[in-house]
């Protein structure tokens, strides 16, 4: 991508953030102190963004600079990674290490489907943030809340899916085979 066609991007990138915070361009011309032709300009390409017009934008939408022009990603972990759909479920990738351990948010919409129970190299510790979760892992099937985890290996057969009628939200950290994650508990207060 050309630096002309990261220039392009940032007009309609800045008119769209300002239509979802619905945000008119005199509002906005009063948060930044630039007037509302120069935001009308820019939003429409006919003005070249600069450093001096994109930072007190960026201020204004409480988002960093990097949103507004699109910039590549670069190895940063703080970088927010873009979703991908898989067989109905939404993941978020939040590590990039090939051949390490990946860590992965995942959305699983409510469906009553069959489970299809698979088995892989690797090991996986699941950890749900709302909603619940259904895993059959070999003979047993639990359903496991917000708040509680689970960890087998994945040579197991297993398969996770959304119980009852709301979607269920985890965290997935998956490794190689033989890796370990130490996890310490208080111990239970008498």
């Known amino acids: 991508m050309t630096t002309d066609d990261v220039l392009a991007g940032v007009g309609p990138r800045l008119r769209q953030l300002r239509k979802e915070r619905e945000v008119t361009l005199a509002a906005l011309a009063e948060a930044t102190g630039i007037s509302v032709s120069t935001l009308s300009r820019l939003e429409s390409g006919l003005r070249k963004p600069s450093l001096e017009l994109l930072l007190p934008i960026a201020r204004a939408h409480q ?10 990603p670069v ?3 703080r970088v927010r990674s873009r979703p991908v759909q ?10 990039r290490q090939p051949g390490g351990l990946q860590a992965f948010k995942v959305l699983v919409p409510p469906r009553q489907e069959e489970p299809e129970l698979q088995t892989h190299e690797g090991y996986e510790w699941l950890y749900v943030l709302s909603g619940r979760l259904r895993i059959v892992l070999g003979d047993h099937d639990l359903v496991i809340g917000a708040g509680e985890a689970v960890e087998f290996d994945t040579r197991v057969p297993h398969w996770f899916g959304a119980a009852g009628e709301g979607p269920a939200e985890f965290l ?19």
């Open 75 to 77: 190895g940063d972990p």
């Open 63 to 72: 988002v960093p600079l990097d949103e507004l022009v699109g910039a590549p």
């Open 86 to 95: 898989r067989h109905g479920r939404t993941y978020w990738p939040l590590t």
């Open 172 to 190: 997935s950290l998956f490794g190689p085979q033989g890796e370990r994650m130490h996890v310490r508990a208080r111990p239970a207060r008498a």
